[in-house]
């Protein structure tokens, strides 16, 4: 079995490949979700934190002022400005004309509880232009009876962790998804091999190759080893059912050929004598070729049966078919001759095909006799052999009859015989032959109109170029 | 000739040691291939028939064990299957022909007679002459009593086929065989025709017809 480059538009379209590919979805789906709702949660739970924390300051102050009076605020708030230089915590103390006592900013308007007052928060002196302007504050406010005291926690490092939180999803999402679309496209890959060895196997058993079996030592069972066991069961079955096949037919075939032998060790001393009446003389004769007759009849069906299940070997080599059909041709044109047709051969160019050179010429010249059989003389018939972009073929055109379209399939089966010409000689086997053969080498007959006349073709699908074994 | 004769089938096999007798050559009669091998082991046979299907061990094996041990006589094979490989196999085994029951006994014989002088390649020879007919070889002429005969590529290839076997009968299989190179039987009369053209060009011109048919035989040019 040749290695066939196998296109990515087949793992793309693989049944794992989708498989993988819907998961891949659902697991991003789900990471974004889960992702967003972190986010929410962890920036509430960030914002009543440092609320509180805010709260927290305030209330300390506000214990301070009720137990220390202003002066001890005013010492607080200035001790906690020192300690917080880069204002991530802000305290103010304003009093009730709105005149700033103590603190590192500048609020316009008072408020009590809970605020957010990134835009609205002034730094003072040296800061005014300071590295903390645009930061995100959440204060809280609260009145005591001399004014108010604000404190404020910055909330920068919500955003922070807000973008950290993010990032580390998109980045751990990222991983994931390469990591999981890597692994599909590696399994589907892997996957497309096996069907595909499978494939070849059942191809292969289609033309009569039944001992290969496919094995995977040290795999583990998964979908594919049990259908490929299954598959390895049958061809074993089929091989044994064509191993009894091939028992019968050579059983029947001595059966049936020692008598024959014995009869005919009978009949052909007499046959031979010459001095026998030429009545019975004539007879003889005749007895020994319907004789001959009952035995090709016979080989034929054996030979049929033999391609049918594949049980021939049937060789794969490069052979010209032009050449086979200039011998054919030339060797049956005397005979259309003397049968008063006309036989013409097209076979010009070189036409390589795969296949049996015997079988192949068998193919010809039964569709060359067919027509001769079959057309009332003069008849013209026409042997041709050419390539399409379909692959190659040949063809035997007659002028005769022709085969009305509905009986153009069932002419193709054994022993079918067309009313009009039962009388003619022939077993009905012909054809079936030829269509076997077509079929052993990836090929086809057609037999179209000819107008008048029958065009019976061979046709060798593209697929005959990998029959080499 | 001394021929052995493997055949399981008692009346068939007296029947063609009767007619090869009846020819001049001196038949023995085995049975079984066991006693085939025995008797080609203990003497000289100048050609051995092999039934292909015989009890104790079939033909083909027996023809294995023969030529391993390097018995060169010639071997043709009878067989009942005329199957597509069975001729293949049997060549490949080491036969030097091979027949599908029931067959003619002068299909054997002319087969016999094929592989008892089977045609040397003598390369000096360039023209071959069979009574008044000559065949030149290099320039494919053929001419009958100073007439020069104009032949088309096959009746040249049929001539040349009987001119180096004159007086030797060929079968109808045995010219399919090694002029079309076809193995299987064509329902037309191919090689009658043939027979008939080429005799057209030899004999019908001519008084003394050289290419004769033996009725239910097969050809023979008579020189």
Request: negative net charge.
């Amino acid at each position: 079995m040749n290695k066939r480059w196998r296109p990515w538009t087949n793992i793309v379209g693989s049944f794992s490949m989708r498989f993988a590919a819907l998961l891949s979805l659902v697991f991003t789906v789900a990471v974004l979700l889960a992702g967003a709702l972190s986010y929410i949660l962890l920036s509430q739970e960030l914002k009543t934190r440092l609320s509180n924390e805010a709260r927290q300051m305030a209330e300390n102050l506000a214990i301070v002022y009720q137990a220390d009076g202003l002066e001890e605020v005013i010492n607080a708030i200035d001790a906690g400005v020192m300690s917080t230089k880069d204002h991530s915590n802000l305290y103010l103390f304003l009093d009730n004309n709105l005149q700033k006592v103590a603190g590192n900013f500048e609020l316009a308007a008072p408020f009590s509880g809970v605020k957010d007052i990134s835009d609205s928060v002034i730094f003072s002196g040296e800061d005014r232009e300071g590295n903390n302007q645009g930061e995100q504050y959440l204060a809280f406010g609260k009145k005591v009876s001399e004014g108010w005291i604000i404190t404020a926690r910055d909330t920068s490092w919500l955003v922070d962790s807000r973008e950290v939180l993010i990032q580390s999803v998109a980045w751990g999402l990222g991983a994931a998804l390469l990591l999981a679309v890597g692994t599909a496209l590696f399994l589907a890959h892997q996957n497309e091999r096996r069907i595909e060895r499978l494939g070849a196997i059942l191809d292969s058993a289609a033309f009569g190759d039944l001992g290969q079996r496919f094995a995977e030592p040290g795999r583990a069972n998964d979908d594919i080893t049990r259908i490929a066991l299954q598959v390895n069961e049958v061809l074993g079955r089929l091989a044994q059912n064509i191993e009894n096949l091939q028992q019968v037919t050579t059983d029947v075939a001595h059966d049936m050929r020692a008598p024959l032998t014995r009869l005919r060790t009978k009949l052909e001393p007499h046959y031979l004598r010459g001095d026998l009446p030429k009545d019975t003389q004539h007879d003889l004769q005749k007895a020994m070729s319907e004789m001959d007759t009952i035995v090709s009849t016979f080989d034929a069906i054996l030979r049929l049966a033999q391609i049918e299940s594949g049980s021939a070997n049937i060789a794969r080599l490069p052979v010209d078919l032009s050449a086979i059909c200039l011998t054919m041709g030339e060797m049956l044109e005397p005979v259309a001759v003397e049968l008063g047709h006309e036989l013409t051969v097209n076979c010009g160019a070189e036409v390589l095909v795969n296949g049996d050179k015997d079988l192949l010429s068998q193919a010809i010249v039964n569709l060359i006799e067919n027509a001769f059989n079959h057309c009332p003389a003069p008849a013209l018939i026409e042997l041709t052999t050419g390539i399409t972009d379909a692959g190659a073929f040949f063809k035997v055109c007659d002028s005769g009859h022709g085969i009305e379209e509905q009986e153009r399939t069932a002419v193709l089966q054994r022993f079918y015989r067309l009313e009009k010409s039962r009388s003619n000689a022939g077993n009905g086997l012909g054809l079936s032959l030829v269509n076997a053969i077509a079929i052993a080498h990836h090929g086809q007959i057609t037999l179209s109109d000819n107008a008048p006349g029958l065009c019976a073709t061979f046709k060798f699908s593209r697929n005959n170029e990998s029959m080499i074994n | 000739m001394k021929i052995l004769l493997a055949e399981d089938d008692g009346e068939t096999g007296a029947y063609i040691s009767k007619g090869l007798n009846a020819e001049g050559h001196s038949v023995d009669h085995v049975l079984n291939g066991r006693d085939a091998l025995t008797q080609s082991m203990t003497q000289p046979y100048d050609l051995l028939i092999l039934d292909r299907m015989m009890p104790e061990l079939d033909g083909l094996s027996l023809l294995k064990a023969l030529r391993a041990a390097h018995n060169t006589a010639p071997v043709i094979l009878l067989t009942a299957m005329g199957g597509l490989d069975e001729r293949v196999d049997g060549l490949k085994a080491g036969a030097d022909d091979y027949l599908v029951k029931p067959f003619a006994l002068a299909e054997l014989s002319a087969r016999i007679q094929a592989l008892a002088r089977r045609p040397v390649l003598q390369k000096e020879v360039t023209e071959l002459q069979v009574a008044d007919l000559k065949l030149d070889l290099l320039t494919r002429q053929a001419s009958r009593a100073g007439h020069e005969i104009d032949l088309q590529p096959r009746e040249y290839l049929l001539l040349e086929y009987f001119m180096r076997r004159p007086g030797r009968v060929q079968t109808r299989t045995m010219l399919l065989e090694a002029v079309w190179d076809i193995h299987f039987d064509p329902k037309t009369s191919v090689v009658e025709t043939h027979i008939s053209r080429l005799r057209g060009k030899i004999d019908k011109p001519f008084n003394k017809p050289l290419l004769q048919t033996l009725h239910g035989v097969g050809y023979v040019l008579q020189p």
